[in-house]
């Protein structure tokens, strides 16, 4: 058995999920949280994103809206997204991974998530008390 966590876009919830369907996984849950990654260096990258960002902004304040993703891209703030976790046998782990791939790459060069995969000793359903496997 194995644990799945992806942490992805916040926009990407909704494709996640239909691609966790579809992909066959059990079920999963998801959580809203705010975190950060690897910092790019690559200007050019931020002057894009930055762009993107400003494009997409609805605010009065355009001067706070560009201190907000200045923290954004400098890593002193953090960004919503969406964790997924996702209980599976072993056998179906690259299927739901590749799934969840899918949904979430971008061609935005950054923050597109990642996807970790843990070994799982033991799951009971609370329900019947079953074990293991047979608990997924």
């Known amino acids: 058995m194995k644990e799945i966590i992806a942490v992805v ?9 239909r ?27 931020i002057a894009d994103r930055k762009a993107d960002l400003m494009a ?5 304040d355009d001067q706070e809206t560009e201190r907000l993703i200045e923290g954004f891209l400098d890593g002193t703030r953090l960004f919503p ?10 056998d179906a782990v ?7 791939i899918r949904a ?9 998530g990642k996807i970790f995969v843990l070994p799982v000793l033991d799951l009971v359903r609370v329900r019947t008390g079953e074990s293991g496997d047979n608990a997924i």
Do not use: S
């Open 9 to 17: 876009r916040m926009d990407k919830t909704g494709a996640t999920k």
């Open 19 to 45: 691609a966790l369907v579809e992909a066959g996984a059990a079920g999963f849950t998801a959580f809203k949280v705010l975190g950060r990654g690897k910092l790019v260096e690559d200007k050019a990258v």
């Open 56 to 60: 997409r902004a609805y605010a009065e």
């Open 81 to 90: 997204r969406r964790l997924f976790t996702v209980m599976a046998q072993d």
């Open 94 to 100: 690259p299927q739901i991974v590749d799934a969840i």
């Open 104 to 112: 979430n790459k971008t061609d935005k060069k950054v923050g597109d």
